[in-house]
């Protein structure tokens, strides 16, 4: 299983992208919302979910972890598949995602071109339980965290649930950390998380 890719991005366009790793140039399947975390870049680092297919071999290129894990959920309810999860994801940043979800908001995905209210429905039933707003919490506007320290969020996260503690929790406590104190290098919001788990 390929985690990531890193390396240049030789074409971009709004469904897919070429990056060349190694002197090997990898298709990717991506959504509007990495389209966008990516313009403009001459390189990257992008997170992968591989489908492989009697009569196909596919890669689908995130910008963000949270997308992925979303992009997994929202292929694992029965009639969602890969296109029309990448579809879903194109309509809406994973923040807003995961607050249509959490909310019941059937009309939001009915709005995205190819979900009817059964799918929709269906979305709603299997996910209600399995995304949590706090998740979104490091890029909403009044979360007061910086898009640059996202990645300080998930690295402090990823450190404390490798330790034992559960990743709702974790992201919590780091998310408040860095509420007031923005500038934290990752090694002391992982201490200070300590202290408060």
């Known amino acids: 299983m390929i985690e990531y890719l890193k390396g240049e991005i030789v074409e971009l366009a709004p469904a ?17 919302h990495t389209y966008s975390a990516y313009n403009g870049k001459p390189n990257g680092k992008i997170y992968v979910y591989e489908v492989i297919r009697e009569d196909a071999h596919l890669l689908y290129g995130f910008a963000t972890k949270d997308e992925r894990d979303l992009y997994l959920l929202l292929t694992s309810v029965s009639g969602v598949g890969p296109n029309t999860a990448r579809m879903i994801l194109s309509s809406y940043p994973p923040v807003e995602l995961v607050e249509i979800i959490s909310s019941k908001n ?4 009915t709005a995205v071109k190819g979900i009817g209210l059964k799918s929709a ?27 640059g320290n996202a990645e300080v ?6 450190a404390l649930v490798m330790l034992g503690f559960q990743k709702a929790a974790s992201q919590k406590v780091v998310i408040s950390i860095l509420k007031g104190s923005p500038t934290l290098p990752v090694e002391q919001v992982i201490k200070s998380a300590l202290r408060m788990l």
């Open 16 to 32: 897919r992208m070429i990056m060349e790793c190694a002197g090997i140039g990898y298709e990717l399947n991506i959504s509007l």
């Open 121 to 147: 429905q269906r979305i709603l039933v299997d996910l209600k339980n399995k995304v949590k707003p706090v998740e979104a919490a490091q890029t909403t506007p009044g979360g007061a965290i910086a898009m």
């Open 106 to 109: 059937e009309a939001a995905l």
């Open 153 to 158: 969020v998930e690295q402090a996260v990823a």
